[in-house]
Nanobody
Framework: VQLVESGGGLVQPGGSLRLSCAAS????????MSWYRQAPGKERELVAS????????NYADSVKGRFTISRDNTKNTMYLQMNNLKPEDTAVYYC??????WGQGTQVTVSS
């Protein structure tokens, strides 16, 4: 069972990135999945989640209207589309499967 994030990088304020979380060893559509982030000196926080049945989603207030969580069952991959990025979005982003399976994280830096 493994999760591998990709898609992070350096982007200017107002820009966009799409993070991917590729799963192996299990089927993403059968589990609740989430994105978390951790900025330097801060606790890890929940950014967005998607449930297994029906795919309903939830977002932290700080990213509502800017981030979109989704999954592609054919690719067994979860995504986080991030638009209108702000410097305060700078963090390491992690994907997580229900039951405590975490990816290794991908760095997102928003800076001019």
């Amino acid at each position: 069972v493994q999760l591998v994030e990709s898609g992070g990088g350096l982007v200017q304020p107002g820009g966009s990135l799409r993070l991917s979380c590729a799963a192996s060893g299990f089927t993403v559509s059968l589990y609740g999945m989430s994105w978390y982030r951790q900025a330097p000196g801060k606790e890890r926080e929940l950014v967005a989640s998607i449930n297994s049945a029906g795919g309903s989603t939830n977002y932290a207030d700080s990213v509502k209207g800017r981030f979109t969580i989704s999954r592609d069952n054919t690719k067994n991959t979860m995504y986080l589309q991030m638009n209108n990025l702000k410097p305060e979005d700078t963090a390491v982003y992690y994907c997580k499967r229900a039951g405590g399976i975490w990816g290794q994280g991908t760095q997102v830096t928003v800076s001019s």
